[in-house]
């Protein structure tokens, strides 16, 4: 059944001398983690799911469900009817999670390497699976730590390919989207600041420094340190909630 | 003579001889009538000592003599020296004291050496205080300790008669004072603690009394007049007759009292303080303020303090005035920098130079002094008037100096002078990168044009400049005016190498300057559509170029190139020397009578800026060489041009200026974008030495190198280094995000 090379059943022995797993679970393993024994390791014991509950089979045929009918990926139509299938909408965060799991490189397309691993990661190999994960997906934008790796993730997964920094547009879609979570009161102002005096697309630096804007200072900047290494559009940010009398005064 | 034979000689038969010795010296110190001791007296005396001491036990009477010598001082006091000093007062008292202790000291002298003998081995062997020692204490026991207090303010209260301006006896008080240094036996405890603090203690309060009046009367000059008076005094006193371990603390308290306590109210004086002195050019009253807060401590700060918003004010008022004269005269060209402005730099140096002048002088050098001076200079010095920074000012400024006809006429030396003078001024500029574009930018325009009056005076401000700002500073400028040498030396072997090849001579003079691209300013290249003349010309030009070198590109920059035409106009010829815009404008017109706005500007190839300017130079200005349809004063794209054959001027030759384009924007941004260049250099050095660094620390460093440049605003930097972030150089840290981590 398989034709692994040496490097591969090598590796695919000492993973099952390790672990203890079967061969397909193993193999499994493996292959999501791309042959690195290290990251196969992590997601063998942090997904205890994985152990001989993917079945390659459905996922195959779960795959072309979705798949396009010109590429060998899952484009706009194909996330449509998994939306339609999971019933949710397609501007749920929910599918920014499921991305995030996918490792998706870009929004609104899915290669069959990233559902693969993704499903495979969640431990899931139908809808109805996949369904009944939902609530724990949205759990995790409580976690803290997990938050934010979704929230960097956001921005590649976000921006134009080839390009250094995303689209104001896109940008204000994505932090209303995630925002909503945190509840960031200042959220709509900073939206209206870029639109008003801004209007530049947003780069990296800046998108993952205002989580941090956002997390560590109060909304009223009693701890704003205009002398910190904030980006300069957070600075001139703080300076035109001052200036329309957003914030009062910083003593 | 043998021991035993001697006579055992009793204490009171011996002691009975011993007295007669001392009351005879008694009487001679109260000037009795009393013979003088001769030497056999004085053996005598000696011997006798000498034999009681030297018996056998129980006969040795040592101790008892050591005892008897003292009584004999004590005696002595209480009967005759205490009553003495005890009905006398005042000066009197002071008197009789002196004479008291110069007589004690006589008795002391002889008494110590009846009992010498005692000195030598009693003494010595049981360690008690020796014979001189024992006769001063005496006096010191019984009489100093009484009467010292007395003593002390009578010494006190002749030296406040003194300061009063009353003649009093200077050398009793010096007798006096010697006293009290005498008595401590070598140490200093006696004058200090006794006299010394009580005098300081009055001192400070006589003159406490006397600053407190004096502060309301006297005017700022007139109370430092007096307390310079007052200090020498105070000096002369302790040369005359206090001891010169005084010296130090009398000063002080003195100088506590007239110019600590009162620093701030006299300097603040409203109408003679410290400002009103700077108004009015009190040097002398300033010279005497700084020696006299240079005493003080830290007393010269506040002096600086109002020296450098005097400054400031001054220059601040300089501004206002070039601004004012600027406005008025607004109607007329407003970018071009004016006579109000070369005006206003003469000022400003003029202002430097006289405080210079008094920080030298009257300030004596002090660095205090250097800094308020630099510190004021550089508040007013970045203003700029009438929207002209001040680096443009002063690039302005020389360019007026150093070319031909310029509205500055001066002697060589007083250009020298000058220029050092606006290089001094420089430093105080913190766009120091501004002011090397606008210099080169008029630099390229005298040495271009030939307009440049002298050489040396070229090399020798960026000499100084080059001292100033370094190297790097200059390098292109000079670079600049070493290519203008080597183009003459090329044009003569051009000339040559058109005399030997005789078919390539275009029949057209030509010179050509060929430049080093990175010393000079950007131009416009290969914008113009040459009239075919001239290209013949440039390629002649570009034949020869070939043959001195291979892999040079030239490039061509119409724009700054003149011709020199003949104009066959039906009065006479005449000859035009214009620019090479002009040129080709006109010599379109050999080809046809009447051109459209349209036409000239798509044969030329020239925008429509450039197009408006030469058409105006040449239809609407002074000499009108086209006829423009309709006749107005602008140029519009729907005009007609027509050679004026009817022209003609008194000259044979004419020349047809064409106003440069307003280059002030151009440079201001030129240097912005070097700036960024340079933060990120900046930005990138320090990080690649340092690999990781907090924001702040990065700010700062990099503001401390560009500091000698420009000051870079916080906000660029800012800038600046999320860029460098964005382009992979620096990554913020993970846990920190106000450090930053170098990316090799």
């Known amino acids: ?251 | 003579m043998a021991m035993h034979e001697r006579k055992t000689i009793d204490l009171e038969q011996g002691w009975e001889f011993m007295q007669k010795g001392i009351t005879k010296l008694k009487n001679i110190l109260e000037g009795l009538p009393e013979s003088q001791f001769s030497s056999e007296d004085y053996m005598m005396l000696y011997t006798t000592i000498y034999n009681m001491c030297t018996q056998k036990p129980p006969h040795d009477y040592s101790q008892q003599l050591y005892d008897k010598y003292r009584e004999s001082f004590e005696e002595y006091i209480n009967a005759t020296v205490l009553p003495s000093l005890r009905e006398k007062h005042d000066e009197f008292m002071l008197r009789e004291l002196v004479k008291r202790w110069s007589n004690h000291k006589v008795m002391v002298r002889w008494l110590s050496r009846f009992f010498h003998y005692l000195d030598r081995y009693f003494i010595a062997r049981r360690s008690l205080p020796a014979l001189n020692e024992v006769g001063l204490t005496c006096f010191r026991n019984l009489v100093y300790q009484e009467i010292n207090g007395k003593v002390r303010d009578a010494v006190i209260s002749l030296i406040d008669q003194e300061r009063e301006g009353e003649q009093i006896d200077r050398a009793l008080l010096k007798n006096v004072l010697d006293i009290f240094v005498e008595i401590g036996l070598g140490s200093m405890d006696c004058y200090e603690n006794d006299f010394e603090a009580a005098m300081l203690k009055d001192t400070a309060a006589y003159y406490s009394r006397k600053a407190s009046n004096w502060i309301l009367e006297d005017s700022c000059p007139d109370y430092m007049l007096k307390a310079e008076e007052c200090l020498k005094r105070e000096k002369d006193r302790v040369s005359h007759y206090l001891h010169s371990s005084s010296e130090q603390k009398l000063l002080e308290k003195v100088q506590h009292e007239l110019l600590f306590v009162y620093a701030s109210q006299l300097l603040e004086k409203e109408h003679s303080g410290c400002h009103a002195l700077l108004r009015d050019d009190k040097v002398d009253d300033l010279s005497r303020m700084y020696r006299l807060f240079c005493r003080i401590p830290r007393g010269l700060e506040p002096v600086s303090q109002i020296f450098k918003q005097h400054v400031t004010t001054e220059g601040t008022a300089l501004v206002k005035q070039a601004e004012d004269a600027a406005s008025n005269k607004k109607a007329e060209k407003k970018d071009v920098v004016g006579l109000q402005e070369q005006v206003f730099v003469r000022k400003v140096i003029e202002l430097h130079d006289k405080y210079l002048a008094y920080v030298n002088d009257c300030f004596q050098n002090h660095s205090l002094f250097h800094k308020a001076l630099k510190e004021a200079f550089e508040v007013f010095c970045n203003k700029g008037v009438a929207g002209s920074s001040s680096a443009e000012l002063l690039a302005t400024f020389c360019d007026n100096i150093l070319k031909k006809g310029g509205s500055e006429k001066l002697s060589d030396e007083a250009i020298e002078e000058t220029l050092e003078k606006v290089v001094k001024l420089l430093a105080y500029i913190s766009d120091k990168d501004l002011f090397a574009e606008f210099y080169r930018k008029k630099l390229a325009r005298r040495l271009l044009f030939d307009k440049s009056a002298n050489d040396d005076h070229e090399r020798s401000i960026l000499t100084k400049l080059k001292q100033q700002c370094g190297g790097q500073f200059t390098s292109k400028m000079e670079g600049m005016v070493t290519d203008l040498t080597l183009a003459r030396e090329n044009q003569s072997s051009f000339e040559e190498y058109l005399n030997s090849n005789a078919h390539a001579n275009p029949g057209i003079d030509l010179t050509v300057t060929v430049l080093t691209t990175g010393f000079w300013p950007s131009y416009k290249t290969f914008d113009l559509n040459l009239p075919a003349e001239m290209v013949k010309c440039v390629e002649v030009f570009k034949e020869f170029y070939q043959t001195k070198t291979k892999h040079r590109k030239l490039t061509w920059i119409y724009s700054l190139g003149t011709c020199n035409i003949n104009g066959k106009f039906e009065p006479k010829t005449m000859e035009l020397i214009v620019t090479t815009y002009q040129a080709s404008a006109l010599l379109l017109f050999n080809a046809s009578d009447r051109l459209s706005y349209s036409e000239i500007m798509a044969q030329l190839n020239l925008t429509d800026d450039d197009v408006v300017r030469l058409l105006h130079s040449l239809s609407c200005a002074k000499y009108k060489i086209l006829n423009k349809e309709p006749n107005t004063k602008n140029i519009l794209p729907t005009d007609y041009f027509e050679f004026n054959s009817k022209f003609t001027d008194k000259m044979r030759r004419i020349k047809i200026p064409l106003p440069p384009v307003d280059e002030k924007k151009k440079v201001i941004e030129d240097v912005d974008k070097d700036r960024r260049y340079a933060i990120d250099a900046s930005i990138v050095r320090i990080m690649k030495s340092r690999k990781v660094l907090g924001h702040q620390q990065l700010v700062m460093e990099c503001v401390e190198q560009l500091g000698r440049m420009f000051k870079p605003d916080f906000k660029a930097i800012k800038k600046r280094i999320e860029d460098l972030i964005t382009r992979d150089y620096l990554e913020r840290d993970k846990d920190n995000p106000n450090t930053y981590r170098y990316l090799a």
């Open chain 1, 1 to 251: 059944m398989h034709k692994l090379g040496r490097g591969h059943r090598d590796k695919l022995q000492q993973f099952m001398a390790i672990t203890g797993s079967s061969e397909k679970v193993a193999l499994q393993a493996l292959k999501a983690s791309d042959w690195h024994l290290e990251s196969a390791f992590d997601i063998f014991y942090s997904q205890p799911q994985i152990r001989g509950v993917v079945d390659t089979r459905h996922l195959e045929e779960l795959y072309n469900r979705y798949k396009d009918n010109y590429a060998d990926m899952i484009l706009v139509d194909g996330i449509s009817l998994l939306c339609n299938d999971l019933q949710v909408e397609p501007d749920d965060i929910v599918m920014l999670v499921l991305s995030w799991h996918m490792k998706a490189a870009t929004m609104c397309e899915f290669s069959k390497q990233e559902f693969f691993t993704g499903l495979q990661a969640l431990g899931v190999d139908s809808v109805g699976k996949l369904r009944e994960k939902i609530p724990l997906m949205r759990a995790e934008l409580k976690d803290e730590y997990k938050f934010r790796e979704i929230y960097n993730f956001a921005f590649g997964w976000a921006k134009e390919k080839g390009q250094k920094s995303l689209a104001l547009d896109t940008a204000i879609g994505m932090w209303q989207l995630l925002f909503a979570e945190k509840n960031w009161p200042l959220v709509d102002h900073w939206c209206q600041f870029l639109q008003a005096k801004h209007n530049k697309a947003i780069s990296r630096d800046t998108w993952s420094q205002l989580l941090e804007f956002a997390k560590t200072i109060d909304p009223s900047l009693s701890n704003y340190d205009a002398e910190g290494a904030w980006p300069y559009l957070i600075d001139e940010f703080v300076e035109y909630l001052v200036e329309n009398g957003i914030v009062q005064n910083l003593s």
